[in-house]
Each structure stands twice: as structure tokens, then as C-alpha cells.
């Protein structure tokens, strides 16, 4: 569901916020204008042709764009006001009587409308849309001198599917609050199961981890000699390592991990901590980041290499602080992940 919309908008129900529904609304357009053309022989002009075409497409847009539950009033009253004064504006052009009797099409594409506003929580307006477009066309019967009621009975057929339609918005919509929150506490579960099943995954892969590095020196420890010099320091390196995972998440990469472990066994202090400042940050600003620590560690030959990830809401999101025997120095990272300072 998006954002827009309230957990009891009907559109959420029909699917009408969605990408199907946008497509379907398009090709309905077409076939308004297919439609137009088709039934415009014996027109005497073609700019009020258009313009009820217009205004049909116009008033089905909206129908599926205007968010709210029930549909707000002045999108209300514009669509239903589209039907009749469409049905005029083709009225007024076409020959009477009819050559078809498929020219008479725009009072159906009316009642279309008026159907969709008995959904949307708007049954009073759609059958009012209903009666002012068979007063539209009683009127054009009536003054081609074909009488009122010949004229109105082309609208009246559209009674029976307006209310078929009313019946199903009183029988649909007081379930549609129930049918979105049902929808919304199964995506919730489902989100809550997705997160819990990562987490898992994480910690596995950690543990995986951790079995492949510590094992062999555990075992070693447990079961051999004394430890070699070499093994003290592999046993350092890997300690070292270990704490890094913990303290900065957000610098657990393998190239930093491999940067760092060379740089430790060449003697250079290497702290890394990470207070969560870059988290939700862009992936190209964690990256500049963690590129410039990969350099820093791969050039410190002696000294202190200290990373810092700051806390959120810092106008500097990450610092690099070496001291070597070139003396002290801080890089500074804003949120883009740009230098700010050397």
C-alpha cells in the first residue's frame, strides 16, 4: 500500500493505486478516442467532440488518482458533472436523430464513471451524475424535436447497472477497512519473519566465520605445545580482528580486514569503531569511505591508524586520525563521503 493512502481507502481493495490499474485506464483513454473518431460521420464540428472526450478521460484519471476514502468532495462533484457535460458536448455536434445509435455512446461511458463513484462512497453523486445526463438528453430530444422521453430513454437502461453497483458498494465497503488490515498485519508478519530469518542468516555466517578462524588456534592451544612466537602473534592478529567485528560493523570488509591484519603485523596500532553514523548512508558515500581506509592501512608502515564512524546527525560522518613519523593528521568524511579535511 502506499503512502498516500489510509488503511481503509477502497482503492487498496480494487487495486487501483496500482501500475495494472494505470495501464487498463490508458487503454480505456484509447478507446474513448477510437470510439470518438468512429462515431463522428455527420458531425458539424469536431472541437466538442474532443472536448467530451476529453472530459471523460479526464474524470476516469481521476477516479483511480485522487486518494481519500470516501473520494473528496470536489473530485466528486467533476466527475460527476463529466458525464452530462460530455454527453452535451457530443450532443450539440452530432446529427439528430442519430445516424448509429452507437453515437448515444458517451452516456455509458457516464454511467462507467457514475459505477466507480458508487465504489469510491459516493452513491448520492453518482446517481445525481445519472439523472442530470438523462435530463442531457431528454433536453437534445426535446429540442430536435424528438421529444423528451425518446431522448431520456437512451440513459435509462444505465439504471439497472448504477444500481448493481450501488448494492455492491454496501455490501463491499464496510469490509474493506477489515480486508486492508488483515493485508497490513500479514505484510507485517511477513516483513517480521523476512527480518528475524536475516538476522539468523547473519549470525550464521558469523559463527562460520568465527569456527574457520578461531578452530585451528583453539585446537592448537588445547592439544599442543607451547605456542610459537609466530603463533602468539597469529593469535594477536586474529584477537585483533575479532574485535574489530564488534566494534565496527560498518568496516567489516574483506579488503579492510586483509589491510589491517598486514598493517598490525608490521607493527602500526589499528583501531577501528563504529558509532552507526554511516548506516543509512548512500552506498557510494560507505564505499569512498572504505576505500581511503584501505589506502591508509596499505601505506602505514609505523605508528597509530585510527577510523572513527561518528553517531547520525554529525555533519562529519566518518574520520581517519594516523600518527606516524610524518607527525598527527586527520581526513575527515562529510555524509557524501567526500574529504573535508587532511
Not at 578462524?213 to 609466530?230: K, M, N, S
Not at 575479532?242 to 589499528?270: F, H, N, T, Y
Request: contains cysteine; hydrophobic residues 45%; proline residues 5%.
Amino acid at each position: 500500500m502506499d503512502a498516500t493512502m489510509s488503511a481503509g481507502d477502497i482503492r487498496g481493495v480494487l487495486g487501483l493505486h496500482t501500475r495494472w490499474a494505470r495501464v487498463i485506464v490508458t487503454l480505456y483513454v484509447g478507446v474513448l478516442v477510437l470510439v470518438t473518431v468512429q462515431t463522428s460521420r455527420g458531425a458539424s464540428s469536431w472541437w466538442p467532440l474532443a472536448a467530451g472526450t476529453i472530459i471523460l478521460a479526464l474524470a476516469t484519471i481521476g477516479l483511480i488518482s485522487f486518494a481519500g476514502d470516501p473520494l473528496p468532495r470536489l473530485p466528486t462533484v467533476l466527475v460527476a458533472a463529466a458525464g452530462p457535460l460530455a454527453s452535451a458536448c457530443h450532443l450539440v455536434a452530432l446529427p439528430a436523430p442519430f445516424l448509429t445509435p452507437l453515437q448515444a455512446w458517451t452516456h455509458g461511458a457516464g454511467a462507467t464513471l457514475f459505477c466507480f463513484l458508487c465504489v469510491r462512497g459516493r452513491p448520492g453523486a453518482a446517481w445525481a451524475g445519472f439523472v442530470a445526463t438523462a435530463a442531457t438528453y431528454g433536453a437534445w430530444g426535446f429540442l430536435t424535436d424528438q421529444g423528451f422521453v425518446a431522448g431520456a430513454t437512451y440513459v435509462f437502461p444505465d439504471a439497472g447497472v448504477l444500481l448493481m453497483s450501488t448494492f455492491l458498494s454496501l455490501t463491499l465497503r464496510p469490509n474493506s477497512n477489515s480486508i486492508l488490515v488483515l493485508r497490513e498485519s500479514a505484510q507485517r508478519r511477513a516483513a517480521a519473519v523476512t527480518a528475524s530469518q536475516a538476522a539468523m542468516d547473519e549470525r550464521d555466517t558469523r559463527l562460520r566465520h568465527l569456527d574457520r578462524l578461531a578452530r585451528p588456534l583453539l585446537e592448537r592451544i588445547a592439544h599442543g605445545p607451547e605456542l610459537t612466537d609466530a603463533e602468539r602473534k597469529s593469535c594477536e592478529l586474529l584477537e585483533a580482528h575479532l574485535r574489530d567485528r564488534l566494534r565496527a560493523p560498518a568496516l567489516s570488509d574483506p579488503r579492510i580486514d586483509d589491510a589491517a591484519r598486514v598493517a598490525r603485523s608490521r607493527g602500526v596500532e589499528v583501531l577501528l569503531i563504529d558509532d552507526h553514523g554511516m548506516d543509512d548512508t548512500a552506498d557510494t558515500a560507505q564505499q569512498w569511505v572504505r576505500d581511503s581506509v584501505v589506502d591508509t592501512l596499505r601505506r602505514a608502515e609505523v605508528g597509530d591508524v585510527r577510523v572513527r564512524i561518528h553517531p547520525r546527525g554529525r555533519d562529519v560522518m566518518a574520520s581517519i586520525f594516523v600518527d606516524d613519523q610524518n607527525g598527527p593528521r586527520r581526513t575527515d568524511f562529510d555524509i557524501s563521503g567526500r574529504r573535508t579535511g587532511d
